[in-house]
């Protein structure tokens, strides 16, 4: 049995296609092949169970703003079957790595990194995300998260039965992030062995994210 320490994530069924058994993967990988060449996959269920393996007969990449490919994987031959593997992990094993150029790298090896701020060397957060918008796009989780509003008191007794039961949320605190873009005046140090980014950022732009979640949160008060 292959070990998920031998293996490299490349996406998620999202969901069916069609009535034939194929799938919507959301990839998080930047190497079609690893969806388009035949060849042995393993999957994952959500409860994080052992990987098993299956074999891709083929795929396709569908253009859109998302990189999703749609693939037909053996022994799946129905929507239903399809279905039953919405939100399993689909992998390779890590030896079949593709050897990557100076300043390439795989999105798996960027998420989990620490950002540090090359000014003050702060340490500012953690790699959550990679993705496309025009260029490479790192999400990093910020360490310092904004404070919770202290949020007014309402008199239950001034309103309704149905306004109490409609009308009253509980609001949850939005986790702060900010959208860096990953090239090179930007993000001039990657250090896998240390787990470690350095970041020069322009003027104001860790605080773009900041100043979007406090003018929402204002006018959610109006």
Do not use: C
């Amino acid at each position: 049995m292959t070990s998920i320490d031998d293996l490299l994530e490349i996406g998620t069924i999202a969901a069916p296609q069609g009535l034939k058994g194929d799938v919507k993967v959301s990839s998080i990988s930047d190497f079609p092949e690893r969806f388009e060449k035949s060849g042995k996959r393993w999957l994952q269920s959500p409860k994080g169970e052992s990987p098993q393996e299956i074999m891709l007969i083929k795929g396709r990449y569908i253009p859109s703003k998302e990189n999703v490919y749609i693939i037909q994987l053996a022994g799946i031959e129905s929507r239903e079957q399809a279905e039953n593997l919405r939100g399993y992990k689909l992998f390779v094993q890590k030896s079949d790595r593709p050897i990557l150029n100076t300043d390439e790298y795989h999105v798996s090896d960027l998420i989990n990194l620490e950002v540090y701020n090359q000014i003050n060397n702060e340490n500012i957060g953690i790699v959550t995300n990679v993705f496309w918008a025009g260029n490479d796009i790192l999400e990093v989780r910020l360490h310092q998260q904004p404070i919770p509003k202290e949020e007014k008191q309402i008199d239950f007794s001034k309103i309704s039965r149905i306004s109490k039961r409609h009308k009253v949320k509980q609001k949850t605190q939005k986790i702060a992030t900010v959208l860096i873009p990953f090239v090179k005046e930007i993000v001039p140090v990657i250090n896998l062995d240390e787990k470690r980014i350095e970041i020069n950022p322009p003027l104001g732009l860790l605080d773009i994210n900041l100043s979007s979640d406090r003018e929402t949160s204002s006018n959610d008060n109006d």
